[in-house]
């Protein structure tokens, strides 16, 4: 840089001394000189010329050096590249240029600028990608509520079309009333949420204003998030709460009324003897009610104590026809059950797996009138071993299937208390089957019967018949 300093400076210099030079030639000619005034003449111009010289050199070097500050700037604090050992040795060899160093700081800030907007792409493209597949809302405005950005999740949430393009027309049209003003200037909101109900789903709307690198508002970002499965969830323990303070007060309701009125008069032994039995009974169906409860607790908690082992589905099956034989008998049903011969064995808790069963077989038995057809089948399919039972009692409503599985949940209220239901059946057996990484499906029509379908993965096929 230095050199380029001095040759510009150089070349300041001569032509500015040519120029006096022939300016002083010209009025030489056009003046006469004695010898006296032509010396004094010569010195004048040598002076001059002197003067300006220094001066020029002065004001251009000054001037250079506030041109080329900035460039030897960049050139001693540009990337990283290429520097060290290389950097040193180029130096001290004096084997580089200015020219050549600078254009390679200029390559260098070149490659480092391509590589920071490739990664500002990079990360411009994941957001991008994040914003198009979350499965949450994203909705932004400007300050005049004109719509900027919107992700496909928030149509979908929204059930919005094309025309829908302004913060007014889309919160009309999900009937939110909420100010954009508001929300953007008042400085002691920093966020607004609320919750809409809009086609059957529950979204919460949250609401927050953005600004700008000056903290001035720049507009609104909205998020909306499908709490549907969650206002589910509260309703239901809300019910269930409500259901279980119900199936204790009444039978504590009933022990208490039969006691008290034992406790009131005397009454004949037949009677205390009636009065008796239903609050033994009451008492069972209590004590069944919170062994049920706790059970589901267990299993909700992950506490509930399970031995896994190796179990045959049509043996078991077949025991847990023998413990309902009274029951069959006393309906006068008529049961059959068909094994198929090469059932593969499968590890589950035992004594789970027989609680579902027995649950599956009482209900079929109860809920199939007197007479009725109960069929089992005991098979494997792919790798699942199944167990189906199918009855042709009174069915289920097609519009109660979807929530049988449900605590406390009865089709008909009245019938499941008079047989002895809890309303936990069913919901304790889909735990049970969880847990052992199988399922149960059921399958019913009002008045025609019931088809209920369980299913547990097998041990392999190696492993069996190596055994």
């Keep these: 840089m230095k050199n380029m300093q001095l040759k510009i400076t150089g070349i300041t210099v001569l032509i500015g001394s040519i120029i006096i030079s022939a ?4 009025n030489l000619k056009n003046y006469t000189y004695e010898n006296q005034e032509m010396n004094k003449f010569i010195i004048a111009w040598i002076v001059c010329v002197l003067v300006y010289a220094v001066l020029s050199a002065i004001v251009v070097n000054y001037v250079l050096k506030m041109i080329t500050k900035p460039f030897s700037n960049i050139v001693d604090n540009a990337g990283s590249y290429d520097e060290g050992e290389d950097e040193l040795r180029y130096l001290d060899e004096g084997k580089k240029s200015i020219e050549d160093r600078f254009s390679r700081k200029i ?26 597949h979350i499965k949450d809302g994203i909705i932004a405005f400007d300050l005049d509520g004109n719509l900027t950005y919107i992700n ?11 025309s829908d393009d302004s913060f007014s027309s889309i919160f009309e049209k999900v009937k939110l009333d909420v100010n954009l003003e508001k929300i953007v200037y008042l400085d002691n909101v920093t966020s607004f949420e609320q919750i809409v109900s809009v086609r059957e789903k529950y979204i919460n709307v949250l609401f927050a204003p953005f600004k700008d690198t000056k903290n001035r508002p720049n507009g609104i970002i909205v998020l909306l998030q499908d709490i549907t499965e969650h206002v589910k969830l509260d309703n239901m323990r ?13 039978p504590i309701t009933s022990i208490i009324g039969y006691a008290d009125t034992l406790l009131e008069d005397e009454y004949d032994k037949e009677t205390q003897n009636k009065f008796l039995n239903v609050i033994s009974a009451e008492s069972r169906r209590m004590a069944k009610l919170v062994t049920d409860l706790l059970t589901l607790s267990r299993y909700d908690n992950n506490n509930n104590k399970t031995e896994i082992t190796e179990i045959d589905l049509g043996e078991i099956t077949k025991k847990c026809l023998e413990k309902v034989d009274l029951e069959i008998d006393r309906k006068k049903h008529k049961v059959e059950c068909f094994v198929t011969a ?24 109860k809920y199939t009138p007197e007479g009725g057809n109960i069929k089992i089948y005991v098979g494997f399919v792919y790798n699942d071993a199944y167990i189906k039972v199918i009855d042709n009692g009174i069915g289920i409503p097609e519009e109660d299937l979807p929530r049988i599985f449900e605590r406390f949940y009865r089709v008909d209220k009245a019938r499941t208390r008079e047989l002895g239901g809890t309303g936990l059946g069913l919901a304790i057996a889909k735990e049970i089957m969880e847990q052992n990484k199988g399922s149960i499906d059921i399958k019913s029509e009002l008045g025609k019967g019931t088809e209920v379908v369980l299913r547990i993965p097998v041990k392999s096929r190696e492993i069996v018949e190596n055994k």
């Design 238 to 250: 809300r019910e269930f709460v409500a259901d279980v303070s119900h199936e204790l007060k009444t």
């Design 107 to 132: 390559n260098t800030m070149t490659e480092e600028l391509k590589m920071n907007l490739k990664i500002a792409t990079k990360q411009k493209n994941q957001v991008e990608a994040i914003l198009l």
């Design 152 to 162: 496909p999740a928030a149509i979908d949430l929204f059930g919005l079309e094309k």
């Design 23 to 26: 300016n002083n030639i010209f």
């Design 342 to 365: 090469d059932v593969p064995h499968v590890k589950a808790d035992k004594y789970g797996i027989e609680r579902v069963i027995l649950n599956i077989l009482t209900n079929s038995i």
